[in-house]
Nanobody, 124 residues
């Protein structure tokens, strides 16, 4: 499984970005797809997850209302739409795939495959 994340960049506070994660290598329809982020000097934090098969979503409490995760099955792509961005959202954002689709996990060690990360910088 290969995951290619893109869409990061520099944005002003209050702005929006949409991150993309293109998956390839094998069918992922039974997987859970997640987004994490890691700021300098901090641990990797869970952002959101989605089941590819039926689109159920799960968010970290602090992300609810501003971030939205979605999939495009035809394009094998997972998106993370981020609105009302704040300087504290600055981080490297990673997409990940969890083979165990039985439940959502917010723990990075439960995810089996990772993309390379895309930098999001929010200026004040």
């Amino acid at each position: 499984v290969q995951l290619q994340a893109s869409g990061g960049g520099l944005v002003q506070a209050g702005g929006s970005l949409r991150l993309s994660c293109e998956a390839s290598g094998r069918t992922l329809r039974t997987y859970v797809m997640g987004w994490f982020r890691q700021a300098p000097g901090k641990e990797r934090d869970f952002v959101a997850a989605i089941t590819w098969s039926d689109g159920y979503t799960y968010y970290a409490d602090s992300m609810k209302g501003r971030f939205a995760i979605s999939t495009d099955n035809a394009e094998n792509t997972v998106y993370l739409r981020m609105n009302s961005l704040k300087p504290e959202d600055t981080a490297v954002y990673y997409c990940a795939a969890d083979r165990d689709s039985g439940s959502f996990s917010q723990y990075s060690y439960d995810y089996d495959y990772w993309g390379q990360g895309t930098q999001v910088t929010v200026s004040s």
